[in-house]
């Protein structure tokens, strides 16, 4: 199992990965900062947080998924990143598991589509936001920023190094 875990070619399948996290909650946040009244409604609709937070959680959390998405884009900061994706994926994950349980007939919020007919919860959207958190803890444990900004700027901080001693 350790020679799987030290396989080379996981840096290089972690970039790809990245990017593919980094547009899914680049296409996520789209709507929600352009429409944040359509997100508040569909954040008080899981009935989760008290109604005073409702509207603080729709206007901080797509600026927070567009911070991540742009960095890991970017492959600048990546671990952190990836660390926040998995943060958020596993708050949604909760909210989604949660409502589920109480039998709500929803629309998930995740993406532009607006009524519970559009795009309904259901295990299927557990699915698909676990194999999300999947993706996301990969990048956190194999992601060496081969292709992104902090290889470069390691780079150059070396150089700088190299020069000055």
């Known amino acids: 199992m350790s020679r799987v875990l030290r396989w080379r070619g996981h840096a290089w399948l972690a970039a790809p990965v990245r990017w593919y996290l980094g547009g899914l909650f680049l296409l996520a946040c789209w709507h929600k900062i352009a429409d944040p009244g359509a997100f508040a409604l569909d954040v008080a609709t899981y009935d989760l947080l008290p109604?005073?937070?409702?509207?603080?959680?729709?206007?901080?959390?797509?600026?927070v998924e567009l911070a991540a998405a742009l960095l890991l884009l970017a492959g600048l900061r990546v671990r952190p990143a990836a660390l926040l994706v998995s943060a958020m994926m596993v708050m949604f994950l909760l909210a989604l598991a949660t409502?589920?349980?109480?039998?709500?007939?929803?629309?998930?919020?995740?993406?532009?589509?607006?009524?519970?007919?559009?795009?309904p919860i259901s295990a299927a959207t557990l699915v698909r936001d676990l194999v999300w958190l999947g993706l996301s803890l990969y990048v956190v444990a194999f992601d060496r920023s081969l292709l992104g900004l902090d290889r470069l700027l390691a780079a150059r901080t070396k150089a700088r190094a190299a020069e000055g001693g």
């Open 51 to 63: 109604l005073v937070l409702v509207n603080l959680m729709a206007l901080v959390l797509p600026w």
């Open 99 to 119: 409502a589920l349980a109480r039998g709500l007939d929803m629309s998930c919020g995740c993406f532009a589509a607006q009524g519970a007919d559009q795009d």
